[in-house]
Antibody, heavy 120, light 111 residues
């Protein structure tokens, strides 16, 4: 059973913005924090932020403060990642990941990833 | 903001054991039990193989084990198998500038 299903690949120009979606199963949306993690080509994993879909509380890595927004749509059980002022070094695969419950502090299910390419 | 430090690569022959270290600080790895490890095969999403320093999720072979001493966590793969060839990342909750930090990643090669 797929817990997290992400939107398709995107190609953007520098300075533009991108919105990546992550549709969660009902149990996942209602009972788990959802995180965003990215991976640049050939590089490691980088934690970006999280949302508690139940109460809309959020937390972002300091590096992305001011450029990233994570939101949720309760009617469709979907979580969104918005990244603005894109640069070439934002080219990466963006993953949504579910935090194990309760307060598991680890990621027990991942989306398939969304490739965002930033190029002029 | 600094990622946790891992060796770039380790290798071993089938059946051997390899250990990957993950060094942090008193604010993250050294502060609590919330260290996890992820296995990532090329083109695939990561998969959790160890959580809470040393616990294995259901379905993960017991040749994977985790431990921690001070600011350094470790992942040991005993009885190395061909399918263990992958990238491995540690992850810790906490830290001065982020709620979670990943390690720099280690490529495991089965000779």
């Amino acid at each position: 059973q797929v817990q997290l299903m992400q939107s398709g690949a995107e190609v953007k120009k520098p300075g533009a913005s991108v919105k990546v979606s992550c549709k969660a199963s009902g149990d996942t949306f209602n009972n788990h924090y959802i995180h965003w993690v990215r991976q640049a080509p050939g590089e490691g994993l980088e934690w970006m932020g999280l949302i508690n879909p139940r109460d809309d509380s959020i937390d972002y890595a300091q590096k992305f403060q001011g450029r990233v927004t994570v939101t949720r749509d309760t009617s469709t059980s979907t979580i969104y990642l918005d990244l603005i002022n894109l640069r070439s070094d934002d080219t990466a695969v963006y993953y949504c990941a579910r935090e194990a419950a309760p307060a598991g502090r680890n990621f027990d299910s991942w989306g398939q990833g969304t490739l965002v390419t930033v190029s002029s | 903001q600094s990622a946790l430090t891992q060796p770039r690569s380790v290798s071993g022959s089938p059946g051997q054991s390899v250990t990957i270290s993950c060094t942090g600080t008193s604010s993250d790895v050294g502060a609590h039990k919330y260290v996890s490890w992820y296995q990532q095969h090329p083109g695939k999403a990561p998969k959790v193989i160890i959580y809470d320093v040393s616990k294995r999720p259901s379905g993960v072979p017991d040749r994977f084990s985790g431990s921690k001493s001070g600011y350094t966590a470790s992942l040991t793969i005993s009885g190395l198998q061909a399918e263990d060839e992958a990238d491995y990342y540690c992850c810790s909750y906490g830290g001065t500038y982020f709620t979670y930090a990943f390690g720099t990643g280690t490529e495991v090669t089965v000779l």
